[in-house]
């Protein structure tokens, strides 16, 4: 299944994209795509619910916009220097252990959104990831094995950085991780069921139609099972969290001379099985 969440910035409804392109309203049966949702099984109640009566639930028409598939996130936990190659461009060592680091939640806006500059930025970066989304609390986990059945989806999560901000004050990364529009999400969350091996997707990112990154998942240092199972040790993910996996090669930052989004740019990611989210930088708001 496809989650969706249409409507105004903060008022979305729950809805799903059928396979056939249809989106359809589902806030006739459900509150949101939230973690009573998901810890009440309603991805459960979902199923047998399309399976049902799919042909006759109002739809969406195609120009009401999208926001975020889940509803704001208790929190984001984010994975550094994920993929290999690309902790060889930021400079830095692979890791022996995953890299861990938090991105405030209201960071969360939809696929389409504006990506607003911060006020002071020079150095706007981009950075297509693979998002867990979590559909039951975990804690201490026993294994990798296990941490399967805690994920509900996946999806398109764009980690926008300000590399000045995250890289040349004091030593952490969330001031530059953690500004207003930086984690586009979606379109879409994508159910388990629908994607094969979470390990095997390729991930794109253009900058006005220039691509910039291409990777797969298959090059990640700590694959998605492995860091739920390792997330679970230090801190209780609960349903509805999001888990945003690292960037392959391709950032802005990496590049000689780096560059970085300026207003006007036009920022195109999509994943494998995931869809495609397109933004447009604008200025800082006055
Ligand atoms: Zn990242």
Known sequence: MRLIR???????????????????????SFADWGPAFF?????????????????????????????????????VVCIGLNYADHAAESGMDIPTEPVVFLKASNTVVGPYDDIVLPRGSVKTDWEVELGVVIGRDAKDLDSPEEAASFIAGYC?????????????????????????????????????????????LGLRL?????????????TMVFDVFFLVHYLSRFMTLEAGDVITTGTPPGVGLGMDPPRYLK??????????GLGTQRQLVTPPRA
């Not at 890289?167 to 500004?179: A, H, P, R």
């Not at 253009?206 to 298959?218: C, K, L």
């Open 6 to 28: 249409f409507g105004p910035d903060r008022h979305e409804h729950p809805g799903v994209e059928l396979s056939d392109g249809r989106r359809v309203d589902l806030s006739g």
């Open 39 to 75: 810890n009440g099984g309603g991805l459960y109640q979902l199923r047998d619910l399309l399976a049902r009566h799919a042909g006759s639930l109002p739809e969406v028409p195609a120009s009401v916009r999208l926001g975020p598939p889940v509803p704001r996130p208790g929190k």
């Open 156 to 200: 398109i999560s764009h980690d926008v950085s300000e590399r000045a901000f995250q890289l040349e004050g004091t030593g952490q990364w969330t001031k530059g991780k953690s500004c207003d529009t930086f984690n586009p999400l979606g379109p879409w969350l994508v159910t388990t069921d629908e994607i094969a091996d979470p390990r095997n």
């Open 206 to 218: 253009e900058v006005n139609g220039e691509r910039m990154q291409d990777g797969n998942t298959r």
């Open 263 to 272: 207003p006007g740019d036009s920022v195109e990611l999509s994943i494998s």
